[in-house]
Nanobody, 127 residues
């Protein structure tokens, strides 16, 4: 099982930026797909961005395209989510997720595809 630890959340004003980090206990030899999800209490968890770690293909929710960027540093076993032009509606708990085996990109932003999850990091954007 892959252990995931998120960091980098915090409070920021609208228009600001944050970079989230997700450190994985196993990376190059185990994970094939990693993603970021956001969750607001009372709502369903939503896929934000995903990356296929071996080929680097990325996928984004429409709501964050052109604002958020997912990237990876294989040497550090870490995936990042650069969040720019933040909006109050981006306020949520953000979770990192990982999948060992590859899967169709149709499932890249669906939480049912991921058996491994971090504890989450809170992002709060004020207007």
């Amino acid at each position: 099982q892959v252990q995931l630890v998120e960091s980098g959340g915090g409070s920021v004003q609208a228009g600001g930026s944050l970079r989230l980090s997700c450190a994985a206990s196993e990376y190059m030899h185990s994970t094939r797909l990693m993603a970021w999800f956001c969750h607001i209490p009372g709502e369903e968890r939503e896929g934000v961005a995903a990356i296929y770690t071996t080929i680097g293909s990325t996928y984004y929710a429409d709501s964050v395209k052109d604002r958020f960027t997912i990237s990876q540093d294989k040497a550090k076993n870490t995936v990042y989510l650069q969040m720019n032009s933040l909006k109050p509606e981006d306020t949520a708990m953000y979770y990192c997720a990982a999948r060992v085996n590859s899967l169709s990109s149709d499932y890249a932003l669906r939480d049912i595809a991921y058996p491994n999850w971090g504890q989450g990091t809170q992002v709060t954007v004020s207007s």
